[in-house]
């Protein structure tokens, strides 16, 4: 048709199983009835015309169904569709003509769709949107007429936090000097290595539109979010009699492996009582917005370039808190001693990002792959605090330091960088109505030169506890920026309008 956007090949694809059953049983049932029936009517009708003058066959025009033409009643203009029949002859849809009826043949672009809302030409919607001439171009219809929406809830993985051995214990009757401490056999590490890795639920959204009818040009809009995990281990003396935070004293010389006691009990009886915990928190979200241009399709495939703007956010927290109670040790009998340790980052990625998005339909079923890579700065600001409160006779004082966050590594620092990030994705969908498809994909992102909150933490526990300090300067302030991943395995739902 002229103005359409009909590919050239016309070769009819592959449709539904039950519907290429009806169709072939359909087919035979017009061969072996219908078109033995029809010609017999026409030859009665032949020879009823030669004997009587009245007997001229009427000539008809089957209009287009978009315009509703009357058959006989031809409208001012010529359609690309009409075709001229004598009646009682069979038009193009298999329908006779008799007097003025309407004829019901359908030359809109959608008139070959099958009941997975596919038509023979690879396009996905059965409303003659392809038509070009419905709008006049680009941006020349309703950008709502062509929307789509898919709302997943996918699981998502995140990269956790790694950390060195931040809390131990050891068997009850090891004494105070060795208890708890690394390299030692009866010493248990509670808390260490990686954890905030588990699986949580997040969403994601996804907005599409075109911008002409021919679909050459598209508009879409994603956000996610992955949700905020909060992971916390607590450990107190009621299970563990015996806790130590561990730690390389460098104060001494040589240096050697040392302890923070929360809590310890002997064989004479208590001697402090205490609880230690550790948490760790992660906020992680992204958008972008990308337009898509179609460089190739036929009647399975279409493949398009995106190209847009990116944004990624990613807040960690990692805190060490403690708190003793002092029972039977002169002379801090009945003093308490907070000990609080926190070391936070925060990433900001802003860029651009480009691809490519690749479709592949398969009767009702449809693959989606997409690649793409983020160019862009990536603001990173890192911030370390400690703080140490003792109180004894109800008199408080509080020191700007904890164990493993000092005045050696107490700092904010913030910076930008380069960097380039991928992101692969493949969804598959099937078409349950016209309108809505159910899907299930697979996403993975990655960031690098990210700045994790344990990270931060010197992973050697060092720690000069001379004040002011002398010696080395420990702990340092250890920046060590690694790659950031996330994965994302989810079910969700397409609607198209």
Request: charge should be neutral; glycine fraction near 10%; proline fraction near 5%.
């Amino acid at each position: 048709m002229p103005g359409s956007c009909r590919p050239k090949f016309l070769s009819k694809r592959p449709r539904c199983l039950e519907r290429s059953v009806a169709l072939k049983l359909f087919a035979l049932f017009i061969s072996i009835v219908a078109i033995p029936s029809v010609m017999a009517q026409q030859s009665k009708a032949k020879t009823q015309s030669s004997k009587s003058p009245s007997g001229t066959g009427r000539v008809v025009t089957a209009g287009c169904k978009n315009c509703n033409q009357q058959a006989g009643q031809p409208a001012a203009g010529t359609h690309a569709g009409q075709v001229v029949i004598a009646e009682p002859e069979i038009a193009t849809s298999g329908e006779v003509f008799s007097g003025s009826e309407t004829v019901e043949h359908d030359w809109s672009e959608g008139a070959e769709c099958d009941a997975c809302h596919t038509d023979d030409y690879g396009i996905s919607e059965c409303d003659g949107g392809m038509n070009c001439n419905s709008g006049g171009g680009l941006f020349g219809f309703g950008l709502w007429s062509r929307l789509s929406v898919r709302a997943e809830v996918p699981l998502f993985w995140r990269k956790g936090h790694t950390t060195p051995a931040l809390v131990t214990t050891s068997h009850q009757g090891t004494a105070a000097d060795v208890a708890g401490q690394l390299g030692r056999s009866t010493t248990q590490i509670l808390q260490g290595g990686t954890f905030g890795q588990d699986v949580n639920a997040g969403f994601r959204i996804t907005l599409g539109t075109w911008f002409d009818p021919c679909q050459n040009y598209g508009f879409l809009f994603r956000y996610w979010n992955a949700g905020q995990r909060d992971d916390r281990n607590v450990f107190d003396s009621n299970q563990f009699p015996i806790l130590a935070r561990p730690f390389r004293n460098t104060s001494t010389n040589p240096a050697e492996n040392d302890t923070q006691l929360i809590a310890f009990t002997d064989d004479t009886g208590t001697q402090s009582t205490g609880n230690v915990s550790v948490r760790g928190s992660s906020d992680l979200y992204g958008l972008d917005v990308s337009l898509r241009r179609l460089l190739y399709t036929d009647r399975f495939t279409r493949f398009d370039w995106l190209y847009g703007y990116q944004h990624l956010s990613l807040d960690e927290q990692l805190a060490i808190d403690s708190s003793t109670t002092v029972i039977n040790l002169p002379p801090l009998q009945g003093s308490t001693i907070a000990v609080s340790d926190s070391f936070r980052t925060q990433n900001l990625l802003h860029g651009t990002t480009s691809g490519f998005l690749y479709n592949r339909k398969f009767g009702c079923w449809q693959l989606e792959t997409m690649f793409r890579l983020g160019l862009g700065n990536l603001y990173r600001e890192v911030q370390v605090q400690g703080r140490t409160t003792t109180t004894s006779n109800a008199a408080s004082s509080t020191q700007n330091q904890g164990l493993l966050a000092r005045n050696t590594n107490s700092r904010t620092i913030v910076d930008n960088t380069f960097v380039i990030s991928p992101e692969v994705g493949i969804n598959l969908a099937y078409a349950i109505t016209p309108a809505m498809d159910f899907t299930v994909g697979y996403h993975y992102l990655m960031v690098p030169k990210v700045y994790q909150a344990a990270d931060l933490i010197d992973p050697g526990l060092r720690v000069n506890l001379s004040d002011p300090p002398t010696g080395a300067l420990d702990p340092a302030l250890n920046l060590s920026p690694g790659r950031y991943w996330v994965r994302t395995l989810g079910l969700g739902l397409q609607v198209r309008y």
